[in-house]
C-alpha cells in the first residue's frame, strides 16, 4: 500500500522560508515523477514543482527562483523548500507520486496535504 505523508507546514511572515517534506512508503520515488500541488480557497488545484526521472524539474512561474525540490533517495523522501515567501502562497500543499518516470501522465497517489499560511 503506497502511503505519501507529508510535513513541515505552518505560519510563516512574509519573506520568511518553510521546507515541506513527503515521506513515501511503498513506494520508491527514485523510479517515478514526483511533484509538489497546491491548492487555495476558491481556486483551482495548482502544479508548483515537477522532476522526472531524467532529472528535469520544471516550477510554475509564480514561483520560479524561490522554489527548489529536492529528494534524499535514502529517505525515500521528498522535499520543497520554500523561500521569500509571499501572501499568495498560502494554500494547502500536496505531494503527488505518478506511475511513470516522466511527467505528464497524471498522478496515482496523493498525501494528505500541509496547510501554509504566510501572513503580510
Known amino acids: 500500500q503506497v502511503q505519501l505523508v507529508e510535513s513541515g507546514g505552518g505560519s510563516v511572515q512574509a519573506g520568511g522560508s518553510l521546507r515541506l517534506s513527503c515521506a513515501a512508503f511503498?513506494?520508491?520515488?527514485?523510479?517515478?515523477?514526483m511533484a509538489w500541488f497546491r491548492q487555495s480557497p476558491g481556486k483551482e488545484r495548482e502544479g508548483v514543482t515537477f522532476i522526472n526521472r531524467g532529472g528535469a524539474t520544471t516550477y510554475a512561474n509564480s514561483v520560479k527562483g524561490r522554489f527548489t525540490i529536492s529528494e534524499d533517495n535514502a529517505k525515500n523522501t521528498l522535499y520543497l523548500q520554500m523561500n521569500s515567501l509571499k501572501p499568495d502562497d498560502t494554500a494547502i500543499y500536496y505531494c503527488a507520486a505518478a506511475r511513470t518516470w516522466y511527467c505528464g501522465d497524471g498522478f496515482t497517489y496523493w498525501g494528505q496535504g500541509t496547510q501554509v499560511t504566510v501572513s503580510s
Open positions: 511503498g513506494y520508491d520515488i527514485s523510479n517515478y515523477c
